[in-house]
């Protein structure tokens, strides 16, 4: 059956809307300030400054909180090993320079991209680093915006990678040493210092002790953390310090405690058996890099691991790599003073 609308409510339904108005843009002055306060531009080195703006796209980083290097306190480091390393090799790649914390000109046009303080919820991943990039698109004049996950960084990261030993290496680095130094975290950072490494809503005016932690930290950070054990697949390789965090019923299996032990001891084993690898090989080599006399992505990725491990010594087991391993300490700092 068709039912017929009445000529009169037709009538009615044409005379709206009575009037429209144009969108309006509402300023908040707080909203900016936060964003503004949350970004960090890269410097264009002297060799960036020869470069055309097409040759690279603009980038937009976005990681977790950020702290000052050790050795420079002006300049913008992270100790989140993986989103330092994509600080470090984007600082690379486009002749750049790391950004500074203040004092630095923010409305310069030399440079081609920022870091950007963001939440974990930022990604689809629920993961940090994630890498904005804006791309002139000739064809259909217009800007096209990609948002690349932690995944596809390292993935483009290494698809460069040639060198068979490079690649081994790059693989260890990613699984022994990031599994020994994330089961640090999870098992013998206190809570105050995690919020401070992977969460917004600390920085480093943060009180240090727990019980300075609010209501609102502590509902936050199971999320945070389980998160956490997804990125690089370390649930995988250690379930049951992941089922820790990831499982929401409090119930746990009796022999769970002794199973995180178990993982735990193992990470550290491997972790530190494999950085004093790299040292001997480092030594053996005679050269200021890992494969020659320039960095590799290796080199890079290494150093921001090692950064962490020295400036955080929250964990026996990283004050015993500060002390054992210094031509790595070294190298790191070597490295890191290229983009600097």
Request: with cysteine; proline share 6%.
């Amino acid at each position: 059956m068709v039912s017929i609308v009445p000529q009169t409510f037709k009538d009615t339904l044409a005379k709206f809307p009575l009037k429209t108005y144009p969108p309006e843009a509402v300023e908040i002055p707080e909203l900016k300030n936060a964003f503004v306060h949350r970004q960090f531009k890269f410097r264009a080195s002297s060799t960036s400054k020869d470069k055309t703006s097409s040759e690279f796209s603009k980038f937009n980083l976005g990681v977790y909180n950020i702290t000052p290097l050790s050795y420079d306190a002006n300049v913008a480091a992270s100790l989140d090993p993986v989103c330092f390393y994509a600080m470090l090799l984007l600082a690379s790649k486009t002749k750049s320079k790391l950004p500074l914390l203040s004092g630095s000109d923010l409305s310069t046009e030399q440079s081609l991209g920022s870091v950007s303080l963001l939440s974990y919820h930022s990604s689809i991943e629920g993961e940090l680093p994630i890498l904005v990039e804006d791309e002139q698109n000739k064809k259909l004049k217009k800007i096209t915006r990609k948002i690349r996950s932690t995944a596809t960084i390292d993935k483009f990261s290494l698809s460069s990678v040639e060198n068979p030993k490079e690649i081994m290496f790059t693989k260890l680095l990613d699984t022994r040493v990031y599994d020994f130094f994330m089961s640090c975290v999870f098992e013998s950072f206190p809570d105050d210092l995690k919020l401070r490494l992977y969460s917004l809503n600390k920085n480093d005016s943060s009180p240090s002790v727990d019980e300075s932690l609010t209501v609102f930290d502590r509902l936050t950070l199971p999320s945070i953390l389980a998160y956490a054990t997804r990125r690089y697949n370390f649930n995988v390789r250690n379930p049951s310090i992941a089922y820790k965090y990831l499982q929401l019923v409090p119930v746990r299996p009796h022999y769970l405690a002794e199973a995180i032990k178990s993982e735990i001891a193992r990470c550290s084993e491997e972790g530190l058996e494999t950085l004093r690898s790299f040292a001997s090989y480092l030594d053996a080599a005679k050269t200021p890099y890992f494969f020659g006399n320039e960095p590799s992505v290796f080199d890079f990725k290494l150093a921001a691991m090692i950064h962490c491990i020295v400036n955080i010594e929250k964990c026996d087991a990283f004050t015993y790599v500060s002390s054992n391993a210094p031509s790595l300490v070294e190298h790191s700092e070597r490295v890191i003073r290229l983009v600097i």
